[in-house]
């Protein structure tokens, strides 16, 4: 059973930072593909951070250096790093895991598991 749980999110000031986590359970102890997404409501689901099974992270350029992603593997746990927080980032963020096409990769439809996820509201 696959279980993905995100937590972390609530409310933050502009230019603030913020730390989410997303503890995952696998079928096995396979270390898969595993991604950021965001979304507010009326718009796509957009990826803003990708790590594969190695660590090397991908990003897109507009969030290069305010995000990072990293992850524990013996805490199975996945984290997102946020920082200079600015209003256009609230959104709803998800955990994703298990690419089906190559990795890292920032598209949604790449993954088949996902997590419920958790808001992040900034306020300027």
């Known amino acids: 059973e696959v279980h993905i749980q995100e937590s972390g999110g609530g409310s933050v000031q502009a230019g603030g930072s913020r730390r989410l986590s997303c503890e995952f359970s696998?079928?096995?102890?396979?270390?898969?593909?595993m991604a950021w997404f965001r979304q507010v409501p009326g718009k796509e689901r957009e990826g803003v951070a990708s790590l594969d099974r190695a660590g090397a992270p991908m990003y897109p350029d507009s969030l290069k250096g305010r995000y990072s992603i990293s992850r524990d593997n013996a805490r199975k746990t996945l984290y997102l790093q946020m920082n200079s927080l600015k209003s256009d980032d609230t959104a709803m963020y998800y955990c994703?895991?298990?690419?089906?096409?190559?990795?890292?990769?920032?598209?949604?439809?790449?993954?088949?598991?996902w997590g419920r996820g958790t808001q992040v509201t900034v306020s300027s």
């Open positions: 994703a895991a298990y690419s089906q096409n190559g990795c890292p990769t920032l598209l949604r439809s790449d993954y088949l598991r």
């Open positions: 696998l079928t096995d102890d396979y270390i898969p593909c």
